[in-house]
């Protein structure tokens, strides 16, 4: 047998006689540094189980049989209680002979008072699962609810994302949690997002922690046949701002730092190859079925198509993440005055996905010098003619393509159609500003004064 000398000292004269043309070089000269460098060099893609089918809500009563379950806290809101969606839900529960709570006392775009209600019920009680009906609101709160209901002594500012919180890491073990949505718009059901408006400081913010993903989101077209107009609308917009600003965010790796562990890289890691299929995916759906699913409810091709499409959204957004349209659209919902949106109640309350779009157009125009040529992809996915179109037109481009969805959707003439002035918008720069998880996912730095030309190129879109 050869000396230990002699083998080492083949193995390096193979390696220097090897083959140096550019396609095999460098091989088994590769070093990586142990040193932690200061932008991320790595994603992550974690997302729920997705089932999808037309009327697959039957199986959750097995679904959780299969979990074992003995006590599951149902959550909805006081509408979809009242609906199909809840009934085959109890259904199913009932015929495979599961134990249950109902909590109907979710509110539409939830605030800190009205998580903290949910929580104190379901403390007060013995649940060993979870199980969400409705949209982003039901799912949002059923996540926190589950979340306080494993670590019971956690004051409710410990979970909240920094600096509004003290963004502490979930290190509590979950109860199982399944997700049912019946509107096609947050994605929730895929992501470990839960977001609120934070009366304090009239402007959303939330937790994020991928512990609070469902283990199962149930994706049944069904239900999205009683999802009205407006709700129908500004769910779309939803949708429609999850895969632009997913697909236009930050590249992984120009977003730092690098986690000194990888339990401890964020939620929002940036664009990335696979979020940005999903992108992709949901921009073309958008072109294809958006406004059908808007003008027939009944046309449930357009309808099914948007319910897939909002998962894949969340697929995306839940690991690369959005930016400026999002981190402005928290205070512009949270100072909301008098507006009250049609299909939505008597409340005043403006919609998430009707805040988000109203400044997409002079966002993408702000942004789009960071990649002109993904953002004039997204024009063409959305139906835009680029053939022979500048670079330096992108923004444009991409910003006349959103005002045109939003024209044939009838959404209203701006910031200021929903009741804001030139005035406010310092008050809405404030309430933008502590939104870091968002804000530096933006491709483009910017300052107070780059927030405050976008709110004001907001006042008026047509």
Request: glycine share 8%; aromatic share 8%.
């Amino acid at each position: 047998m050869a000396s230990r000398t002699r083998v080492f000292d083949l193995f390096r004269t193979i390696n220097i006689a090897s083959c140096q043309c550019p396609a095999h070089g460098y091989r088994g000269n590769f070093q990586v540094a142990n040193a932690v460098p200061s932008k991320d060099y790595a994603f992550e893609i974690k997302c729920s189980t997705v089932r999808y089918g037309l009327g697959v809500t039957r199986e959750v009563g097995l679904d959780l049989v299969n979990l074992g379950a003995k006590n599951v806290c149902v959550m909805t809101d006081p509408n979809v209680a009242k609906l199909s969606p809840m009934k085959a839900v109890l259904e199913s529960l009932v015929k495979n002979g599961i134990k249950y709570d109902v909590y109907d006392g979710v509110k539409v775009e939830p605030t800190d008072t009205s998580f903290k209600h949910a929580i104190d019920y379901v403390k007060s009680r013995d649940f060993d699962s979870f199980l969400a009906v409705g949209g982003g609101s039901v799912m949002d709160t059923c996540k926190a609810a589950n979340l306080y209901y494993c670590d019971p002594e956690a004051d409710f500012i410990d979970y909240v994302n920094a600096p509004i919180g003290k963004g502490k890491p979930v290190t509590v073990q979950l109860k199982p949690m399944i997700a049912i949505p019946t509107t096609s718009g947050t994605g929730s059901e895929t992501t470990g997002m839960s977001v609120f408006d934070f009366e304090e400081i009239k402007s959303k913010t939330g937790i994020a922690h991928s512990a609070l993903r469902p283990i199962l989101a149930i994706i049944d077209p069904l239900h999205t046949l009683t999802v009205p107009k407006n709700v129908a609308i500004y769910s779309g917009f939803d949708i429609f701002c999850h895969a632009l600003e997913s697909f236009t965010a930050i590249p992984y790796t120009e977003r730092g730092p690098a986690p000194t562990n990888p339990a401890l890289r964020p939620v929002y890691q940036g664009s990335n190859p696979i979020s940005d299929v999903w992108s992709r995916f949901c921009l073309q759906v958008l072109k294809k079925y958006f406004k059908r699913s808007v003008t027939n409810s009944k046309d449930i091709e357009a309808r099914s198509s948007m319910h897939l499409a909002a998962t894949m959204a969340g697929v995306g957004i839940g690991n690369a993440g959005v930016h400026l349209c999002h981190g402005l659209a928290y205070p512009i919902a949270g100072n909301v005055g008098t507006y009250v949106p049609e299909d939505y109640g008597t409340e005043p309350m403006i919609p998430h996905g009707l805040a988000v779009v109203m400044t997409a157009p002079a966002v993408f125009r702000f942004t789009a010098a960071s990649d002109p040529e993904k953002h004039l992809e997204a024009a063409n996915l959305l139906g835009a003619d680029i053939t022979g179109k500048k670079q330096a037109d992108a923004g444009k481009i991409l910003s006349d393509t959103i005002i045109k969805y939003m024209d044939e959707m009838k959404i209203d003439n701006g910031l200021s159609g929903l009741g804001y002035k030139a005035d406010d918008i310092p008050e809405l720069v404030k309430g933008a500003l502590p939104q870091h998880r968002l804000l530096k996912i933006a491709p483009v730095q910017q300052s107070e004064e780059d927030l405050s030309r976008i709110l004001e190129e907001s006042l008026t879109i047509y």
